[in-house]
Structure formats: C-alpha cells, structure tokens
C-alpha cells in the first residue's frame, strides 16, 4: 500500500500542473467541412459552377487556380493575402509576376456574396476552388475542410523569400517546402501540378541556354524557337508538353526523357534523392493523384486564420 501511496504522491501533482497547462494553451478553432453548412448551404455549388464555367471558357484557368493557392499559402499562410491590391503587396511583388486567375476568384467570391453576403472568406474560396479546378481537368479530388479567415495585411517581401523559383536546384526546394510543414514526397508530389499550365519564356530560358542539367535536344531547339535569347519574355510554353490540359502523370513521364520545361522541374530527375519518387509517379497515375491530393489538403492547411483572427473580406482585392 505504501508504494501505490507514494505513485499516487507523485502523479497527482503532476495531472494537476497539466491540466493547469492546458488551461493556458491558446484555443485554435478548427477547420470543419461542415463550417457553412448552416450559414452558407450554396456555397460549395456556387463556387463549383464559377470554376467550371472559367475552365470551360480557358483550361488554362485549372492551373491558374491551383497555382494561386500556392502563392497564397506560402506566404503568411492559407489567408488570401495574396489577392490583397495595393504598394506592398504580394500580388504586387515579382515573385507574383505572371500570376494570373484573380478574375476567377473575384467572380467566384461576387456569385458566393448574392448568395450569402459576408459570410464566406475569400480565403476558403481559393482552397475550394483550386479543388474544383483539378476535378475539371480530370485530376483528383479532395476533402477542403473549411473555416478559414482573411487577412488584411500583405507582405511582397515574404513573397520574395518564401516562395520557390523555376530556377531552384533540389536542396532548395526541399528546403523551401519544408520550412512549411511539407516533406520531400509531398513537394514532389505537388510539382506534379505542372501537368497542367504554361510558363512564359522569362521562366525557363536559363533552362535552355544557360542551365547544365541534361535536357532532350529537340525539345530545346523547339523552345529555342520561340523563346530567344533576349525579347519575347511572355512567350508561352506547355509545362506539360503532351496533355497540357488533362491532369494526368505524363510531368513526370516527361522527366525521365529530359524534357521538363523549368529547372525545378528537371532536377526532380537528376540521378538525386527524388528520382525513384518520379519514377513511383511516372509508373502510376494512381499513387500520384493520391499523393498530390493528400499533399494539397496539407498545403491547404498552413497557418490558417481562424476563429476570431482575421476578418470575411466582402472584396477580395480590398482589406476594408
């Protein structure tokens, strides 16, 4: 009796100080996917035909939604930030230069507010509808939960820092996607957006002059031709050169013969670390759409603002 005694003793105390830790823990609310099940029924629908009806008029849409979750989650986390307007602001900064698709959300978010004005975040629209935007390009679904909130600051410097470059070598993507939670599959993983989208020829001209990573020769003299060594900077290339608009595994199919269009692209596939992982993706459709939606729903997720932070921005351009 004396041993239990002297246990008893020394765990009470202890479940004492815990439970007062607790007390003190910041309470986060949580995200939800039935955040506006009550408050906003519509607004999944609304949102799922403002997408459909963009990609429909330009596939190219589909990748511009993806991209802008990206951006937007990167620097200060899933808010809308980057959709802010104005000096100092992400979207003003050159890491966004050639950013496009605000036009979808901003019609998104107007078709969302005659619904239910005020109550859905831009922030929740850009998760939602870079989810819709991969199933209209028969790409993968996934389970958005809800909740999010909208910033009214903008950081372009952080834009700058934070953001990965088509000219990065693998230990700086890795380094980049895991300084946000993410780990090397998963960056892999989400390069794999590139099966659908362009890239002007600002982007990858180091890649076919300049750069000593292996690249396919034809391919070259083809993007030679329509990217020169100084002009034509907006000049569009496929990142995905055989179904640029279909949402498939033929990015990484590419990769093993050489041809990816930016650096980033290419060193996924150098005789490095992510080589099996693009092999594993290049083999199987399956297992990267799996992996690329589990990885989106993290991304997604990164440092939202929730509860009582942040505010439901009624334009998604303005933070008053």
Same mark, same amino acid.
């Given at each position: ?22 007390? #003190? *823990? ?9 955040? #506006? @099940? ?33 951006? @937007? ?28 698709? #605000?036009?979808?959300? @901003? ?24 989810? @819709? ?40 993507l890795i380094s980049s996607f895991q300084v946000k ?27 076919? #002059? ?88 993290? *991304? ?6 929730t509860g009582s932070n942040g505010v439901i921005r ?7």
């Open positions: 009796m004396g041993a239990y005694k002297n246990i008893g003793t020394i765990l009470i105390p202890m479940f004492i100080v815990l439970l007062l830790s607790l007390n #003190y *823990m910041p309470c986060k609310a949580q995200l939800s996917t039935t955040f #506006y @099940d009550n408050t906003c029924p519509k607004a999944l629908k609304t949102i799922r035909k403002s997408v459909r009806d963009a990609v429909a008029s330009n596939p190219r849409n589909a990748a511009l939604l993806v991209r802008l979750l990206f951006h @937007d989650c990167f620097v200060q986390g899933c808010d809308a930030s980057l959709l802010l307007e104005g000096t100092g602001s992400e979207k003003a900064s050159p890491a966004n230069g050639g950013v496009l698709g #605000y036009e979808v959300i @901003d019609a998104a978010k107007a078709a969302v507010e005659s619904v239910c004005p005020g109550v859905v975040s831009c922030a929740d629209i850009l998760a939602v509808a870079a989810r @819709d935007a991969s199933v209209a390009v028969q790409g993968p679904s996934w389970v958005v939960r809800l909740g999010r909130r909208d910033s009214t600051t903008s950081n372009a410097s952080q834009a700058l820092s934070d953001l990965p470059r088509g000219n990065f070598n693998l230990s700086q939670g993410l780990n090397t599959r998963e960056m892999v993983a989400l390069s794999g957006s590139h099966t659908i989208g362009q890239a002007r020829c600002t982007r990858f001209r180091g890649r076919i #002059y300049n750069n000593t990573l292996p690249i396919d020769s034809a391919f070259a003299t083809s993007l030679r031709q329509n990217c020169p060594t100084t002009g034509s900077d907006g000049n569009l290339e496929p990142l995905d050169l055989v179904t640029p608009n279909k949402f498939d595994n033929n990015y990484f199919r590419n990769l093993l013969t050489n041809k990816g269009l930016l650096v980033s692209d290419q060193v996924l596939f150098n005789g490095d670390s992510t080589d099996s992982i693009v092999n594993e993706y290049a083999r199987s459709t399956s297992r990267f759409k799996s992996d690329f939606a589990a990885a989106m729903v993290k *991304m997604s997720e990164i440092d939202p603002l009624t334009l998604c351009t303005s933070a008053t």
